[in-house]
Structures are given as C-alpha cells and as structure tokens.
C-alpha cells in the first residue's frame, strides 16, 4: 500500500472513529435516560454500548496505525500516545492523545464493574462526555476534511444531538411527575373519605378526645 492510500486511510478512520463516538455516547443516554423503555431492554443497550466502545478502540488504532505508515507528517508512536509530544497541530493532536486514554478507561470499566462498584462505574462513564467534546474539537482542528461542508454537518449534528440529550436527563421526568401527582390526590381523596375534611385544611381535623385516648370515660 503506497503512502497516499495510508493517508486517507488515517482520514476515513478518522471520521469512523468520530461516528463512532457519537453512536456511543447517544446509546448511553439512552440507557441512562430509558428513552426507549419499554421498546427496548437494557441489558441489550448495554451489550451494545460495550460492544461500540470496543469498536471505537479498534477504529483509532486503525486511525494510528495509518497515520504512523503514511510517513509524510513523520508521526512515532510516543507522538500518538504521549499528550503534547508530536509537534504537528500539537492543541488538537494533544486532545485526540487525551481522548483516546479516556476511551481506554471508560471502554476497560465494564470489566471491573463488580469490583469497582456501580457509583464509580458510573463516575467513570460520564468521562464519554469528555470524550465527545475533545473528539469533537480535535478533529475539526486537526482534520482535512473539516472544510468539507458535509463533515461541518455531521459535526454539528452530532453536537446538537447530544446536547439535546442531555437536556432532556436534565430536565425533571414529566412521567414521574405525574406520577407523583396522581399518588398525591389519591392520599389526599382517600384522607377526604377518612376525616370528611380535605388535606390542605389540617386545622379543620377534629382534636382527638383527651378523656378516649387516656382510657378514662366522661
């Protein structure tokens, strides 16, 4: 394979490593936030999620390999793995160095999730969002194809689509408010029935008689 065949290869995986990150990270909202409950089980989100980050590992080692075998920008392997190292666009090359580590760490967590606990797990696993953002930034400071319009599209998809999101785990749960709402007026409907006298005039209850609840008679 000659050195221009490697160099859009490095470019086509890296665009393949950014799909994937994106896919990633929308299936994990999805399970946090049971967008799809009812629809869809969460152990095959999960399975699927682990699948994709293990996916998205292989496509930046692809990403890396080709670019070390491109030769023209004379990238090493501490350039690639070592934060700051290579002196290309080294801001945006430092991000994708970073976002890779970060990668490893969220991707290798499923494996030690009985050990480590659900709440670190889960500490661990907002490190994706990270891992968006810096994926995002390094390759529109660092990809050729950036200038394309179409990949300015995906870019900006994929940061409105994630964005969206997370507004939505943000914002409370109308389900569960209703909920709550309709739990409250059956207690209150079923308080009403009980006394005769609604909940929110408490005063209105008749006082307990102090001569029944002593045991002595009038």
Not at 42 to 57: F, G, Q, R, V, Y
Not at 104 to 111: A, G, R
Not at 179 to 204: C, H, M, N, W, Y
Request: charged share 15%; no cysteine; glycine share 8%.
């Amino acid at each position: 394979m000659n050195e221009q065949a490697w160099w859009f290869l490095a470019r086509a995986s890296g665009l393949v490593v950014f799909v994937l990150v994106v896919v990633s990270t929308v299936v994990g909202l999805t399970i946090s936030g049971q967008t799809f409950r009812g629809r869809v089980t969460a152990k095959s989100l999960t399975d699927t999620h682990e699948s994709l980050s293990l996916a998205t590992i292989g496509a930046t080692l692809v990403h890396m390999g080709a670019l070390v075998a491109d030769g023209y920008e004379h990238f090493g392997l501490a350039d690639l793995v070592v934060p700051g190292v290579s002196p290309w666009r080294r801001t945006g090359t430092a991000l994708g160095v970073i976002a890779f580590w970060l990668l490893v760490v969220v991707s290798l967590s499923f494996y030690v999730r009985k050990r480590i606990g659900l709440r670190v797990w889960r500490a661990l696993h907002y490190l994706s969002f990270v891992v968006f953002v810096l994926s995002l930034v390094h390759g529109w400071l660092d990809g050729r194809d950036t200038p394309n319009p179409l990949v300015q599209s995906m870019y900006g998809t994929a940061l409105w689509l994630v964005a969206y999101l997370v507004s939505l785990r943000l914002l409370p749960d109308r389900r569960r408010t209703e909920r709550s709402q309709r739990a409250a007026i059956r207690a209150a409907t079923f308080r009403v029935k009980e006394t005769g006298v609604p909940e929110q005039f408490p005063d209105l209850l008749p006082a307990p008689d102090p001569f029944v609840h002593s045991g002595r008679l009038r």
